[in-house]
């Protein structure tokens, strides 16, 4: 997913997997020396944060518990 280490929601994402958010397919779209939206997160048409990058290619904005995840992707609980 991509997000902002600024970005509550996308700190409580995380927290929602606990040990297993080192797995997650993170990537920070926060430049930390400019503060702005990095290169590929603008290429990448990233507007809000949390934002999930589904199978399908689409894109979803906002916290999603396990449940919502599963629905989205594709992939049982």
């Given at each position: 997913f991509y997000g902002a280490y600024w970005c509550g929601w996308c700190n409580k994402q995380k927290?929602?997997?606990g040990e297993a958010a080192q797995y997650l397919p993170y990537i920070e779209c926060s430049?930390?020396?400019t503060g702005q939206l990095t290169s590929e997160c603008q290429a990448a048409g990233i507007?809000?944060?949390p934002t999930w990058e589904l199978p399908t290619g689409?894109?979803?904005s906002g916290f999603k518990s396990f449940q919502q995840l599963a629905e989205l992707?594709?992939?049982p609980l």
């Open positions: 927290e929602l997997f430049d930390k020396e507007t809000g944060f689409e894109k979803s992707s594709g992939c």
